[in-house]
């Protein structure tokens, strides 16, 4: 199963697939990693010999410029699967339209609970006592689309947005290299 992964972060999400892929047994591999930005886990990449891209949000004139650039840039590898691990952007429609269902997003909540690009400390400032990560099938709602597997993480006490976030993103990690490996498995997103 080949892959693009798009980041905008520091990429740990990322490298857990990276590591993952190194192993030979592992039937995904990574064509090509990009990101809105000149985001620091592009270095995750590189140091596994993984071809990079940018297609930086601000130097384009509207979101849909932006798409048609990123999705320009997908096309050149033609990857079987596009997965958004931490990218940051609402991507525009006439790209969740040709990409998904092959479009994967990883959440740091368990959707439909607390959407968007504040979960975690949306979580924290209700007082939820726990909160969760998700895989979900990318479509042209925020954080919307199908869920292919959702995890419930507790919070605790005292928990910051970033002892929170730090609890949750392993459970991200190992939930994202499971679906990734389900999918090239066989996994049909089309039914879900
Ligand atoms: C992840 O928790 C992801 O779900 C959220 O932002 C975080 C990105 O972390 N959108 P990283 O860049 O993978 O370290």
């Known amino acids: 199963l080949s892959l693009v992964v798009l980041i905008s972060g520091g990429g740990s999400n990322l490298r857990a697939l990276l590591e993952a892929q190194a192993d030979a047994a592992?039937?995904?591999?990574?064509?090509?990693?990009?990101?809105?930005?000149?985001?620091?886990?592009?270095?995750?990449a590189e140091e596994f010999g993984i071809p990079t891209?940018?297609?930086?949000?601000?130097?384009?004139?509207?979101?849909e410029e932006w798409g048609d650039e990123l999705l320009a840039q997908i096309r050149v590898w033609n990857p079987d699967l596009v997965v958004l691990s931490g990218?940051?952007?609402?991507?525009?429609?006439?790209v969740v339209a040709e990409?998904?269902?092959?479009?994967?997003?990883?959440?740091?909540?368990?959707?439909?609970?607390?959407?968007?690009?504040?979960?975690?400390?949306?979580?924290?400032?209700?007082?939820?006592?726990?909160?969760?990560?998700?895989?979900?099938?990318?479509?042209?709602?925020?954080?919307?689309?199908?869920?292919?597997?959702?995890e419930r993480v507790p919070v605790l006490m005292g928990d910051t947005e970033h002892s929170l976030h730090e609890r949750?993103?392993?459970?991200?990690?190992?939930?994202?290299?499971?679906?990734?490996?389900?999918i090239a498995n066989g996994l049909d997103l089309e039914t879900l």
Do not use: C, W
């Open 53 to 63: 891209f940018t297609v930086p949000y601000g130097s384009f004139a509207s979101r």
């Open 168 to 182: 949750i993103k392993p459970v991200e990690r190992r939930l994202l290299v499971q679906t990734v490996l389900d």
């Open 26 to 44: 592992y039937p995904a591999r990574i064509l090509a990693v990009g990101a809105d930005r000149e985001a620091d886990g592009l270095a995750h």
């Open 87 to 94: 990218l940051m952007r609402l991507l525009p429609h006439r």
């Open 99 to 150: 990409l998904s269902p092959r479009l994967i997003n990883t959440h740091p909540a368990y959707l439909p609970e607390f959407p968007g690009a504040h979960a975690v400390r949306d979580a924290i400032r209700a007082g939820a006592e726990q909160s969760g990560a998700s895989i979900i099938v990318v479509a042209d709602g925020v954080d919307d689309g199908p869920i292919i597997v959702r």
